[in-house]
């Protein structure tokens, strides 16, 4: 297992820096300098990523950006220390800013969107992912199956079109049993989610009226199931009953998504801090120490569902825990 020293190296503010480099927000910028914006400065930048996993064609579809005050995220940190951090990573001290990264795969012809996005369920910078198909040439209409990591609404919301239909009219939805279980069939209580009871309410109703339109032919999967040749699940409860992480494999290329083991590499992965919706803390740490053990000895390339666009790179093990770096730009 490769071990390199914290002190070494200065990774934090490398990844807050990638994050600011590939956004969605249109700049309002450039007409108040004086010079006309350029017809490509008003489509704003790339929402969609494309790689390689050995012959899987594999792209990066953005679905916006959600967020919220970084203790959430980092429920164990202290105040001071945390402030700190984020100042040193150049990022705002009162905000923390998380993307939407769902990932298409075309594996044997077929089409496999993992994670559906968060759609309008948490905020109004979400429900990009429409947009982002739609530039590779694509629409709702050519995915064929959707794997959910687990059941909260940033990673089902998209499933639920305007007009409370499915969103997706072919594609087969699969989702962990327990999550459903937990979410959908059963009232859940929220308590420990470190948020105001409006919004637990607000959280819990998203989630049953996104899945509402799919209960009818929705596939359970047990995490550790492999959903077809080349993609494996990987149980990773803790954050919800039932979460799952995937594995992409072809030859000997492999990616590891971690789902919401960690939100932002700056708090949960540079800095050992907690995520503070995790249902189950001390079995979401289990999950995610072994996870984050076995993409570091292995040097798996890892994407993260919540990690600066496109959220592709790779972790370290350090004297300390770990460490976070980037995937380099391919064009």
Not at 12 to 25: K, P, Q, Y
Not at 83 to 100: G, I, K, Q, S, Y
Not at 163 to 170: I, L, M, Q, V
Not at 223 to 241: R, V, W
């Given at each position: 297992m490769l071990t390199i020293n914290r002190r070494k190296i200065m990774l934090?503010?490398?990844?807050?820096?990638?994050?600011?480099?590939?956004?969605?927000?249109h700049s309002g910028a450039a007409g108040a300098q004086g010079a006309a914006p350029s017809p490509a400065a008003l489509v704003g930048n790339a929402g969609h990523y494309r790689f390689q996993v050995g012959d899987i064609a594999a792209t990066v579809l953005s679905d916006g950006l959600i967020g919220g005050p970084p203790s959430v995220y980092a429920g164990d940190a202290p105040e001071a220390?945390?402030?700190?951090?984020?100042?040193?990573?150049?990022?705002?001290?009162?905000?923390?800013?998380?993307?939407?990264?769902?990932?298409?795969l075309e594996i044997g012809g077929r089409r496999i969107l993992l994670e559906a996005g968060a759609g309008g369920t948490m905020g109004p910078n979400g429900g990009r992912l429409f947009d982002n198909l739609a530039a590779i040439g694509l629409s709702?209409?050519?995915?064929?199956?959707?794997?959910i990591s687990h059941t909260h609404p940033d990673h089902v919301g998209n499933l639920r079109n305007a007009?409370?239909?499915?969103?997706?009219?072919?594609a087969t939805v699969m989702v962990p049993r327990a999550d459903?279980?937990?979410?959908?069939?059963?009232?859940?209580?929220?308590?420990?989610?470190?948020?105001?009871?409006e919004f637990r309410q607000r959280f819990a109703a998203n989630i049953k009226a996104s899945?509402?339109?799919?209960?009818?032919?929705?596939?359970?999967?047990?995490?550790?199931?492999?959903?077809?040749?080349?993609?494996?699940?990987?149980?990773?409860?803790?954050?919800?009953?039932?979460?799952?992480?995937?594995?992409?494999?072809?030859?000997?290329?492999?990616?590891?998504?971690?789902?919401?083991?960690?939100?932002?590499?700056v708090v949960n992965i540079d800095r050992p801090w907690r995520p503070g919706p995790d249902r189950d803390q001390e079995a979401a740490e289990a999950s995610r120490r072994r996870i984050f053990d076995q993409a570091a000895s292995e040097q798996k390339l890892v994407l993260g569902f919540h990690y600066p666009f496109p959220g592709l790179g790779r972790i370290l093990r350090t004297d300390t825990g770990y460490a976070w770096v980037p995937a380099g730009w391919q064009f």
């Open positions: 934090t503010a490398l990844a807050g820096a990638t994050g600011t480099s590939f956004g969605l927000i220390e945390l402030e700190e951090v984020l100042r040193r990573a150049f990022l705002p001290t009162d905000h923390m800013t998380l993307n939407l990264n769902t990932l298409l709702a209409d050519d995915i064929d199956t959707i794997v007009d409370g239909g499915r969103a997706f009219p072919r459903w279980a937990f979410f959908v069939e059963g009232e859940p209580d929220l308590s420990y989610m470190p948020v105001p009871e899945v509402e339109p799919v209960s009818n032919g929705i596939e359970f999967y047990e995490a550790g199931d492999e959903i077809l040749p080349g993609l494996t699940t990987i149980a990773a409860a803790g954050h919800t009953p039932g979460m799952a992480t995937f594995l992409v494999h072809s030859g000997h290329d492999q990616l590891l998504l971690t789902a919401d083991l960690a939100y932002h590499p």
